[in-house]
Nanobody
Framework: QVQLVESGGGLVQPGGSLRLSCAAS????????MGWSRQSPGKERELVAR???????NYADSVKGRFIISRDNAKNTVYLQMNSLKPEDTAVYYC??????????????WGQGTLVTVSS
């Protein structure tokens, strides 16, 4: 069994910054891509950023130049540095990972979500 635990959400003023963390634990053989998605009330969940095991990244157009995704493979942890935050960034942010639990089996795992509120 594999768990993802997010932390770092909260209330921030427009223009401010937050750093989200997501740590994976459990029966992990290796971790492939990791990423962050978000969901606002009344909207579908959308991909924010993703990073491969080799460090290649991709971002939603809405966050390019403001958010940075990174990972620490030794700690099985992925981070999302969010800068120049806007009210429209308000959402529940979910971490996800493609985890190899054996050489023959991969699971898609999601965290429980952490709320980010951007408001003055």
């Amino acid at each position: 069994q594999v768990q993802l635990v997010e932390s770092g959400g909260g209330l921030v003023q427009p223009g401010g910054s937050l750093r989200l963390s997501c740590a994976a634990s459990g029966s992990i053989f290796s971790i492939n891509a990791m990423g962050w998605s978000r969901q606002s009330p009344g909207k579908e969940r959308e991909l924010v950023a993703r990073i491969t095991s080799g460090g290649s990244t991709n971002y939603a157009d809405s966050v390019k130049g403001r958010f940075i995704i990174s990972r620490d493979n030794a700690k099985n942890t992925v981070y999302l540095q969010m800068n120049s935050l806007k009210p429209e960034d308000t959402a529940v942010y979910y971490c996800n990972a493609d985890v190899d639990v054996s050489p023959y089996k991969t699971l898609g795992v999601w965290g429980q979500g952490t709320l980010v509120t951007v408001s003055s």
